[in-house]
C-alpha cells in the first residue's frame, strides 16, 4: 500500500561528483521528472546537497503538484548497506524524511 500513491513509474538519477550538488541541478532533475510525469524520484549524490538544494526539495515535496524528489546522499547509502538494512525500508524512511518530517 505505501507505493500506490507512487504510480508504476519512478526516476532515478546519480552524481558521482566530489562536490555537493547545487540548487541548479536539483531544477533540472525535477524539471526532468515533471516531463516524464512521474510522481517519485530519487536523486542521489555521493557527495550529498546544498543546504539551498535540500530546502527547495523539502519545498517542493509539501506540493502535491510536482513530483516528490527524494534526496540521496552516498554516505546514507554506506550506512545502510554495512548494517545489512532491508533496502526497501531505506527508500521508505528517506520518503518519510523528506515529505513529513523535513518541512520549512
Known amino acids: ?8 513509474d519512478l526516476l532515478v538519477e546519480c552524481k558521482n561528483w566530489s562536490s555537493h550538488r547545487p540548487l ?4 533540472t532533475f525535477t524539471y526532468k521528472a ?8 530519487f536523486f ?8 539551498d538544494a535540500r530546502r527547495t526539495m523539502r519545498n517542493q515535496a509539501a506540493s502535491s503538484a510536482e513530483p516528490l524528489i527524494v534526496p540521496l546522499v552516498g554516505e546514507d547509502i554506506e550506512r545502510m548497506l554495512t548494517r545489512q538494512e532491508v ?15 523535513e518541512k520549512y
Open 34 to 41: 515533471t516531463r516524464h510525469k512521474v510522481k517519485l524520484a
Open 1 to 8: 500500500p505505501f507505493w500506490l500513491e507512487f504510480g508504476s
Open 87 to 101: 533496502f526497501e525500508e531505506f527508500l521508505k524512511e528517506r520518503i518519510r524524511e523528506i515529505k513529513y518530517l
Open 24 to 27: 541548479h541541478e536539483v531544477a
Open 44 to 51: 542521489l549524490s555521493v557527495a550529498g546537497f546544498t543546504s
